[in-house]
C-alpha cells in the first residue's frame, strides 16, 4: 500500500444527527430529571450488550447458554483425562478376563480403574498436570467473566423492561429495528449520551460495529495478510477464528494495542510525524504476540483436537456427508460484509444465498469421479446387503468381529460416494446461478460473469465458499499457522498498518473515532466506476474497492428507512432510487408473465416483478429494459420463499397500515421514506411477526435489486472504458491484486489471488460469453453533483483524480444474449480493448493538502 501522509483529523457533524447549532451542546438535564440511564460512559459495550441480549433471545436464554458453555470446558478437560488414565482397555477390547465370582458377563464399570490407581497414574503423568492447570485457570477465567456478564446483562435487562418498554418473552419476537427505534425515542428522555440532543441509526451501528469496519476496510484494501501461493497448494486464503482474534487483540483491545479504548485512538496514531518509531513499536509487539501463540501451540493444538472432536463426531457419524456439504468461510464473511452490516443482517443474506452458491460448486463434479464413485457405492453396497441380510437372519452374526465395524465404515462409504453423484435430472446454468448468488451477497469480481463455467471462477469462488471439511482442518492447523503469519507476514506490514490507522480514522461528535470508510461518504471514498463519477473526489488510494462505498450506503439506506444522510448522500441514493424506478415502470407494461417452476414456490421478488394486485403498484419490472426482465427475475428469484405470507399481506396492510395507501407504498419502497420497518407488531406476536418478516423481505428484495443493477451498469461502464488504472503494492503487500496474463505480455505470478474488481482487469469476453447487459439508459453515468461542504475542517492527501468511467469513452453497445451465456449467430459484435497505460505509483504523486470549509 503506498503510503499516505496526512494528520488525523476530526469530523464536526459529517452527518445531519443534531440540529444545525448543536452539534457539540452538552446538555445539562436538572438532577430530579436524571434517570438510570443519563450519560453513559461506555456507550460501545452498552449498545453491543443490547444488540447480544436481542440476538440471544432474552436473559434467560443468554444465561442458560453461559452456564452450559462453563460445563462445557469441564466436561471436554475431565472426560479427556478420565479416558486417559482410568479406563483399562485391556478389559474393554477382551484382551484381559476378568474373574468374577459369579457368572455374569463382562460389565463396563469393569473395565474402569479404582480411584486411588487413577490417581497415581494422574500424578506421575506431567503433561496431564500441566494441561489440567492451564485449563483451571482458564475455567476460572471464564467463570469471573461470566459473573461479570449476569452483572451486566441484567442491567441491560433492566433497561429493555424499564426503558425500552419491552419485556423478555416479546424480544424473541421483536425485530432489531424496533428496539433501534425505541432507543433513538428515549434518547430525547433519558439523554444516554450527552454529547448530541438526538441519536441516529448511524451512531448506533458505528458504536456496535467500530472494530469490525475496520476488519472490513483492512480486508477490502488488501492489508491483512490472508490470502498465498504456494507451490504446491497454490492460490489459497487462510483466515481462522485463531488468526481474526490476533488481529483483534493486536489493533482494538490488548494490552498496547493502537487504541486506548474502545471509542478512542491513541493520541501519538494520530500523527505522522513519528510513524516509524510506531511502526517499530508495532513490529515489535506483533513478534511477542506470535513468540507467545508459538509457546501456548502445543496447549492450543490440543484443546482445538479435542473440541473438534466431541463436536462433530456425532455429527459425522449421524450425517456423514456433512463433511462434504459447505459453508461460507471467515474471509468470506468479511469480503462481503457492508460497512456498517449487523451479523444478522450478514447471515441473512449469506443464508439466503447458501443453496444457489451449492448448486453452482456442484456445477463442477468431476465425470471421471462420478464414475469412480458409482462403482465404489455399488460394490460397497453389495457387500453391506449381504451382511444386513446375514444379520436380520440371525443377530449372532454381530457377535463376530469387526462385522459391527465393517457395516458402519461400508455405510459411511456409501454416503460419501453418493455426494460425489449428481442428481440426473438437475439441470443448471453456472451464469444464470452466479447471477442468483450476487443477488444476495452483493460482491462478485467483474471478470466472474462470462466465465461462471471455468474452473478458475469456481475455484475463486471456493474461497468464499469452502467444505466443511477444510473449515475444520483450517481451524486445527490454526494454532501452528498463526504464529508463522504474525512473525513473517503481519509484521513486515507495520508501517502501513500505521499509516492506514492515521489516514482512514475520523472523529465523529458523539461517536468517538471511527474508520473513514464506515462514514459512507460518497466523495471521500466513492469510486467513479460504481455511479460516483463527478461526485467523488477520492485518489485511487482513497477509493473503496469493489463498489463497497456505494453498495454499503445503499443497504444501509434500505435497511435503515428513517436515516437521515447529508444532502449530497441523500442526493445519490434518491437518484439511485428513481433510475430504477423509472426503468422499472417503463419495463412493466411490455413485460409478460415469469414462467416459474413447479417445484418452485413462488417468491416475493417473483412478485415484485410480475407485479400481483396485492402489492399494489410497486412494480419493479426489469432493471434494464423488456428484453432483459425474465433474465433478471431469474437472477433474483431464490429469495425465501414466504408464499402463505404474502396471501395475508392484503389483510395485514388494512389492519395495520390503513393510513399508508398505494402510492405511499411505492414510494416507500422507492426512497424508503416510510418507516415500514419500524412500525407496530400489531395486537398478536404472531401478526407482528409475520407483518416484520414481510416488511424484511421487502428490504431485501430492494436491496438485492439494486445491487443487481449497480453490477450491470458498473460492467457495462467497464466495457466502455478505453483505459484504466490499476493499483499495485508490489513492495508493501506480496500478495495483492494485479493484471492478469490476457490483459498484459508479461507474465504475473499472482495473477491468480482472489481479484478486486478495478484492480484486475480482464480482457471483454467473447460475444459469446457476454451475459445480459443493461439498458442503453442505464449506461450513461448519473449527472455530476457538487459535493455539499462539511462542517468543521478535514485534512487528506489528494492525489490527481482519476478521469470518471464513461466521461472520456465512449459507450459500446453490445448485443443482447440469452442468460445462459450462448449467442445467436449474427447478434452480437466484436470489440477490442485500447493498450492499458503504465501506471505511476502513488509515492511519485505530489502531495496535496486538501482543505474542505
Known sequence: MAHFDTEYQRLEASYSDSPPGEENL???VPEGAKSQWHHIENLDLFFQRVYNLHQKNGFTCMLMGEIFELVQLLFVVGFTVFLANCVDYDILFANKFVNHTDSSKVTLPDAFLPVDVCSARIRDNAFVIFVMIISGVFWLHRLVKFIYNVCCYWEIRSFYINALKMTMSELPYATWQEVQARIVEIQKEHQICIHKKELSELDIYHRILRFKNYMVAMVNKSLLPVRFHLPVLGDFVFYTRGLKYNFELIFFWG???????EWSLKPEYKRGGNKHELADRLASRILWIGI?????????????ILYAFFSYTEVIKREPGSLGARCWSLYGRCYLRHFNELDHELMSRLSKGYKPASKYMNCFLSPLLTVVAKNVAFF????????????IYDEDVLAVEHVLTSITLLGVCITVC????????MVVCPEQLLRVILAH????????????HRYETRDQFSQLFQYKAVFILEELISPVVTPIILIFCLRRKSLEIIDFFRNFTVEVVGVGDTCSFAQMDIRQHGHPAWMSAGKTEASIYQQAEDGKTELSLMHFAITNPQWQPPQETTHFISQLKERVQREATGASSDTHPLSQSESEPRSLVANLLAGPSTLGSVHFGSLTNPAGMSDCASALRSLSPISSSLHMRGSLNAAHRAPINTSATSKGMAGSGTDARTVSSGSSIWEGQLTSLVLSEYASTEMSIHAVYMHELHKQQSRGELSRHTWHRQESDESCDSVPDEVTSQPNPHSKYFPRSHTFPTTVPSPSTIPTSASATSSTTMGQEGAASHSGTQRRYSGPTTDSVGAGGK????????MGGWAEEGQAASRQHGPLPEETSEDEMPPHIHKIT
Open 26 to 28: 452538552l446538555m445539562h
Open 441 to 452: 451477497i452483493h460482491y462478485m469480481p467483474d471478470h466472474w460473469q462470462g466465465n461462471a
Open 811 to 818: 459507450i459500446v453497445r453490445s448485443a443482447r444474449v440469452p
Open 255 to 261: 494490552p498496547g494495542s493502537l487504541f486506548e479504548n
Open 380 to 391: 460397497a453396497g453389495s457387500l453391506l446387503a449381504v451382511l444386513i441380510a446375514l444379520t
Open 418 to 425: 453418493r455426494s460425489f453423484i449428481p442428481d440426473k435430472h
Open 292 to 304: 507467545a501463540n508459538l509457546l501456548l501451540c502445543p496447549v492450543i493444538l490440543v484443546w482445538q
